[in-house]
């Protein structure tokens, strides 16, 4: 019996769409550009901010995110980026019963952020709370003593192979594939997508198949 479900931040319970874009107009590129040199950065499995490699080589992208923290247009988390399926899907689990935590590669005030914009949540924790980044082992060890429950009965929603899916299986959880934004795209076509437990659409779908795990 799953008794608890973690979800992980971006493109899982948050669109990302609106922040990318703000990098691209900060770097004077279009933002079609920007976004075509993303979906190769994934699509070779390289890290998200090999991007500025490619559309900006050279540029000082500390300098510019110091620039754009102090303008008020720094990377932030608000309740207009959250996706329509994303309240009801956390209301609708927490009233069954299932402890709901949110959890992902996010930088320090990405917890209060989350909890902000309305999240019903039991706990949210960060990579910067936690001390640690997906995909490390270390993360999800970390999430299972928060939790306290066996690692079978906990689920991981997220929308990667190598920081959500592989690992959360690794560390003996559920993992469950959420196949939106670049990389939920992009991964499925990958071998290690079949070891997901369960793969998703919408969250809308989750509460049925918690139930039906």
């Known amino acids: 019996m799953i008794r608890a479900v973690v979800f992980d931040v971006g493109e899982t319970l948050v669109d990302e769409t609106r922040q990318w874009g703000i990098w691209a107009d ?3 590129i279009s933002r079609f550009t920007f976004f075509a040199a993303l979906g190769a950065v994934i699509q070779r499995g390289e890290h998200h901010r090999r991007v500025f490699d490619l559309v900006a080589p050279g540029v000082d992208i500390a300098s510019i995110e ?45 917890d209060e952020a989350l909890q902000s ?23 999800f060890d970390k999430l299972i003593d928060l939790i306290g429950f066996p690692p079978d009965q906990i689920a991981y929603v997220g929308d990667r192979l190598d920081n959500d899916i592989l690992p959360a299986r690794s560390a003996g959880l559920i993992a469950i594939f959420l196949r939106r934004g670049p990389w939920g795209v992009l991964h499925p076509d990958l071998p290690g997508c079949k070891q997901a437990h369960a793969r998703l659409a919408s969250l809308h779908e989750l509460p049925e198949v918690i139930a039906a795990l």
């Open 26 to 28: 900060r770097l004077g």
């Open 66 to 110: 110091a620039g754009m923290a102090a303008s008020g247009t720094a990377y932030r988390i608000e309740q207009q980026d959250l996706y329509p399926d994303a309240l009801p899907c956390l209301a609708r689990l927490r009233a069954a019963g299932i402890l709901v935590g949110i959890a992902g590669n996010q930088p320090h005030g990405a």
């Open 117 to 139: 914009c309305g999240l019903d949540a039991d706990f949210v924790a960060s990579s910067a709370s936690l001390g640690v980044e997906k995909p490390s082992a270390d993360f």
